[in-house]
């Protein structure tokens, strides 16, 4: 498992952003993937889950009804769609992968980690 986020920016509140995490090994479609974020001074968060099948999903309070997560296992790629950002929303985003599914995941859950993009939300 290789992964590789993309799709970060900076954008205004109130707009929408979607991140991609491909992944350029052969196995990716029997992990369970993940969205993670780390703002500056703080941890790093959960943010979003996906199955590896695609049939169950979970997310953090604070993005439920805003963030989306997908996946294509044809591709390869995981995806996170953001509406209606908030400056709170400002954090590297990090995808990753483990091979169980959990509703909701610690950073010493996660096997695999990308690499992060940035977004940041200005007011």
């Known amino acids: 498992v290789q992964l590789q986020a993309f799709g970060g920016g900076l954008v205004q509140a109130g707009d929408s952003l979607r991140l991609s995490c491909v992944d350029s090994?052969?196995?990716?479609?029997?992990?369970?993937m993940s969205w993670f974020r780390q703002a500056p001074g703080k941890e790093r968060e959960f943010v979003a889950a996906i199955s590896w099948r695609g049939s169950s999903t979970d997310y953090v309070d604070s993005v439920k009804g805003r963030f989306t997560i997908s996946r294509d296992n044809a591709k390869n790629t995981v995806y996170l769609q953001m509406n209606s950002l908030k400056p709170e929303d400002t954090a590297v985003y990090y995808c990753?992968?483990?091979?169980?599914?959990?509703?909701?995941?610690?950073?010493?859950?996660?096997?695999?980690w990308g690499k992060g993009t940035q977004v940041t939300v200005s007011s």
């Open positions: 990753a992968a483990d091979k169980y599914y959990r509703s909701f995941y610690s950073t010493d859950d996660v096997e695999y």
């Open positions: 090994g052969d196995s990716f479609n029997i992990y369970s």
